[in-house]
């Protein structure tokens, strides 16, 4: 490998590691490079509880090793010998004790077009929202005592949609033909 400031020190491998090894790195980047062939697995014993593979997709206990998008979380699988189903959960957590926000940013073309997530700083409320995710943005709003709520951050009702322009606040439209009203 290199030596001295601004070298890539560097360990080649040859054939297969056998027994397992463990590789400890510290005070800089560790990194796998299976020289685009290969996947990079996570195993106990031989069943991969973590795989990153060629095809750009993680997975998290996907059985199959297969996939289905560029993030899978798969669980209750028969094939992993559970006796009992499990519910399969995504948490994320805030973990701060600061009003900082648990969110997921959809974005389009690397702009956040929606949001959705708990508002910390805001009685955690829930939300979605288009673009950015603060206090005074609502689209959404679901607030601890399950008063729901559309373009309001603070709902006061069960439902409670606050109209600020000319625009229809609600509208039903029956385009079937029937004589059935929907309301």
Same mark, same amino acid.
């Given at each position: 490998g290199g030596t001295?400031?601004?070298?890539?020190?560097?360990?080649?491998?040859?054939?297969?590691?056998?027994?397992t090894r463990t590789v400890w790195f510290s005070?800089?980047?560790?990194?796998?490079?299976?020289?685009?062939?290969?996947?990079?697995l996570v195993q106990d014993?031989?069943?991969?509880?973590l795989g990153t593979y060629d095809n750009r997709r993680v997975g998290i206990g996907t059985i199959d090793n297969t996939p289905a998008s560029q993030?899978?979380?798969q669980?209750?699988?028969?094939?992993?010998?559970?006796a009992t189903t499990r519910d399969v959960i995504l948490t994320i957590n805030n973990a701060s004790t600061t009003a900082a926000d648990p969110y997921i940013?959809?974005?389009t073309a690397s702009t956040s077009a929606w949001r959705l997530g708990v508002d910390d700083s805001d009685r955690n409320i829930f939300r979605?929202? =288009?673009? /950015?995710?603060?206090?005074?943005?609502?689209?959404?709003?679901? @607030? !601890?005592?399950?008063?729901?709520?559309?373009?309001?951050?603070? =709902?006061? /009702?069960r439902f409670h949609i606050l109209q600020a322009d000319s625009? @229809? !606040?609600?509208?039903?439209?029956?385009?079937s033909g029937d004589t059935t009203p929907f309301i």
């Open positions: 001295g400031e601004g070298s890539t020190p560097t360990v080649g491998l040859g054939g297969t590691l056998t027994p005070s800089s980047n560790l990194v796998f490079n299976l020289d685009s062939t290969g996947d990079f014993a031989t069943t991969t509880l993030l899978e979380i669980d209750n699988d028969t094939g992993l010998g559970y940013d959809f974005q979605i929202t =288009p673009g /950015a995710f603060t206090a005074t943005s609502s689209a959404l709003t679901i @607030d !601890a005592g399950g008063r729901f709520g559309i373009a309001t951050t603070d =709902p006061s /009702a625009a @229809d !606040a609600f509208r039903v439209d029956d385009v």
